[in-house]
């Protein structure tokens, strides 16, 4: 029966955040009706204010730093007008007739230094309608190039990038940002080119078919509020190496720190005041805070003069912070609360037993499963670490398996079935787009589920035979 319970409540999750209820209410509420329905109703207040909030609270104090500078420099970047410079300078360089290029290297330059993908996605779908127009490239297009530059490879492959799904692995495994740089560089290799491939085919076969850009319907279509501001305008008055250099800082002074200064460092210094830190799992995380930190600060400075409301975008982007995370930590909540369950133990052997030998393919597994569920890759994999990442920690010793590689397969996995049709990623690029799932999701499916599980497989077979690398 609690495993009943725990399918259903999954089951229903789904469907009501596919409907657009919150998942701070509804989180807790499916946490409720499986513990109702596994027979534990009289557990069911020590459960939520135990159990359910004691989780949600470690999560958002092991991660709150990352969600809060993440998105406090995205929204800096975007009123700075930085963003839109650098999408300007590269849609000069490389004009219409590489449209797609253009909004993919884009996406991915902003997304890989820093900014928010939902800020980028605001910033770059006005520039993606005028060069997919001028080109006869078909609108539908938009939402899967503005996918594969955001959600796949610059998210979860590429080493060194600030996104929260890159730093969720680190406290469990005791790694870093750059973990496993060479695999992960080559997983953002196959996405980035065969999702160019992917799009450009469709494109072409559009043109032949006689199908040119479409209609716009800007009532569809969901539009960031600037306040008057003309951002177009401040990206004109931004030099391009100063539009780009916070982004380089980000992630240069994430690898000094890790491959420098922290890493020669001795931590025994802090042993008598905070005996509970492990500064070997702890670093990875502080060289991310700092970096990102630093940034914004210089971003702030170098931009003194043009600030039309510094206070209001470091507000906004400091409220900006608030509803990801907490999302993100219900549903860890959530989590642990379908962990503590008896009916748990027989799922989490059979994900364990799915590659007794190889706990790479489990992992894979229960990062996928968990991130399609959720429709979030970020809170399905504080889910599956959550329950299960010491298991994979101790299975990959006894098999001589890095850690390192550990992360890196969970933060591929994890950005696999995150995109599928509820994912509130999905639903809100759509929305800016002005498009239906019926009109654009096929294509995003491509680049960021069916490409990213072949990027998978790669790291998988290529990590089983030589290691990391």
Request: net charge neutral; glycine share 10%.
């Amino acid at each position: 029966m609690s495993t009943f319970a725990i399918i259903l409540s999954l089951v229903l999750l789904i469907f009501f955040a596919y409907r657009g209820i919150s998942v701070l209410i509804l989180a807790p509420l499916m946490a409720a009706l499986a513990v109702f329905l596994s027979g534990d109703i009289g557990f069911m207040l020590p459960i939520y204010t135990d159990t359910f909030m004691g989780a949600l609270g470690r999560y958002i104090l092991n991660f709150f730093p990352l969600f809060l500078l993440g998105a406090l420099f995205g929204q800096l970047m975007a009123d700075s007008g930085a963003a839109n410079a650098i999408a300007q300078w590269l849609m000069r360089r490389l004009g219409a007739r590489h449209a797609i290029a253009t909004v993919v290297l884009a996406c991915a330059v902003l997304t890989y230094g820093g900014v928010s993908l939902f800020v980028v996605a605001f910033a770059i779908y006005p520039i993606a309608k005028s060069l997919f127009r001028e080109s006869g490239i078909p609108k539908r297009l938009i939402p899967a190039s503005i996918a594969l530059g955001s959600f796949t490879f610059t998210m979860t492959a590429l080493p060194g990038t600030p996104a929260i799904q890159n730093a969720i692995p680190i406290p469990f495994f005791g790694t870093h940002a750059f973990a496993a740089p060479g695999l992960g560089i080559i997983a953002g290799l196959i996405m980035l080119v065969l999702g160019l491939l992917w799009i450009n085919t469709r494109a072409r076969a559009a043109r032949m078919a006689g199908e040119g850009y479409g209609e716009d319907d800007p009532r569809l279509e969901l539009q960031a509020a600037v306040e008057g501001v003309d951002l177009n305008e401040l990206a004109r008055s931004i030099p391009l190496p100063l539009a780009v250099l916070p982004l380089v800082l980000v992630i240069g002074i994430n690898a000094l720190l890790t491959f420098g200064v922290f890493k020669g460092m001795d931590f025994s210094f802090m042993g008598e005041r905070f005996p509970k830190v492990d500064a070997g799992k702890q670093s990875g995380m502080w060289a991310i805070i700092v970096a990102l930190l630093v940034s914004s600060l210089v971003l702030i400075v170098t931009r003194w003069s043009h600030w039309s409301n510094l206070k209001h975008s470091i507000n906004k982007g400091t409220l900006g912070s608030m509803l990801p995370i907490f999302n993100t930590a219900s549903e860890v909540g959530y989590g642990a609360v379908i962990a503590s369950m008896a009916g748990f133990a027989l799922i989490r052997d059979a994900v364990l037993n799915v590659s007794p030998g190889n706990p790479l393919i489990s992992e894979a597994v229960a990062m996928n499963v968990l991130a399609g569920i959720t429709g979030s890759s970020s809170g399905g994999m504080s889910i599956a670490l959550q329950a299960l990442g010491a298991d994979y920690l101790r299975m990959a010793t006894e098999a001589g398996i890095s850690p390192e590689l550990l992360h890196r397969v969970a933060t591929i996995a994890a950005g696999g079935f995150d995109t599928l049709p509820h994912s509130g990623a999905v639903i809100t690029l759509l929305a800016i787009c002005g498009l239906t799932h019926k009109q654009a999701y096929l294509n995003m499916a491509m680049v960021t589920v069916g490409i990213p599980m072949l990027a998978l497989v790669s790291v998988i077979t290529l990590g089983t035979m030589f290691g990391a690398f």
